[in-house]
């Protein structure tokens, strides 16, 4: 099959502008799952069993259940209660919830590996707990979780096309628009593929990056 440079020249721009929904989604998804996910551990961490075993709970549903039905209800089934979002909304919402609980169990793993002492030190030296977390626990964490966390944006970035399903006109929502009215399919998710991977290189060095800086402060 040979492939129409015309046509793919003519179809990129549509793509380029897709991309941009792309961006938007997977940035505003991460976002809002670094956030969740940091009140997520929060809320295990308590001694409060009415607190830590819901929140448990919430997480292993969400983990359990498809990305994909959970954009369909929260687009479909929602409006049915009165509660309604716009379509890329919707689909950063529901990154940012999906992730956050895979996200909640990198940031819990970064806290146990700050040293006890840290923790003691910051009690002899009268901080409070918001500044014991702040300015002690979350930097160390931080610093040890940044590789996954890198991986975890990677993996967002190449879900967004999920998000066609609702509406939204994202990279893959562009093409598939573009090509149901030529029929030219082959330029088209072509053309996705080697932007997804232009995008992706990047993200991938930024990730390695991550590690080296993790290896030195290890």
């Known amino acids: 099959m040979r492939i129409d440079y015309e046509y793919a020249l003519r179809v990129l721009p549509v793509l380029l502008r897709g991309a941009v929904t792309t961006l938007q989604a997977t940035?505003?998804?991460?976002?809002?799952?670094l956030i969740l996910g940091l009140v997520f551990v929060v809320l295990l961490r308590s001694k409060n069993v009415f607190i830590s075993y819901?929140?448990?709970?919430?997480?292993e549903f969400v983990r359990g259940t498809p990305l994909l039905i959970q954009l369909f209800f929260l687009f479909y089934v929602l409006p049915e209660w009165g509660i309604r979002l716009e379509a890329l909304g919707t689909g950063i919402f529901a990154l940012g919830l999906h992730y956050s609980t895979y996200i909640a169990e990198v940031y819990r793993a970064g806290i146990e590996s700050v040293p006890r002492g840290q923790w003691e030190?910051?009690?002899?030296l009268s901080f409070s707990k918001v500044d014991t977390w702040r300015r002690i626990v979350l930097p160390q964490a931080v610093i040890t979780v940044l590789p996954m966390l890198?991986?975890?944006l990677v993996a967002m970035f190449k879900e967004t096309p999920l998000l066609a399903t609702i509406t939204v006109i994202e990279m893959l929502g562009a093409g598939l628009s573009a090509a149901a009215s030529s029929y030219r399919y082959f330029e088209v998710f072509t053309l996705i593929g080697l932007i997804f991977l232009a995008m992706s290189l990047p993200a991938g060095a930024l990730v390695r990056k991550f590690e080296a800086i993790n290896k030195r402060y290890a």
């Open 54 to 59: 819901p929140t448990r709970a919430v997480l």
């Open 27 to 33: 940035i505003g998804g991460m976002a809002l799952a």
């Open 121 to 124: 030190a910051s009690t002899a």
């Open 150 to 152: 890198g991986n975890y």
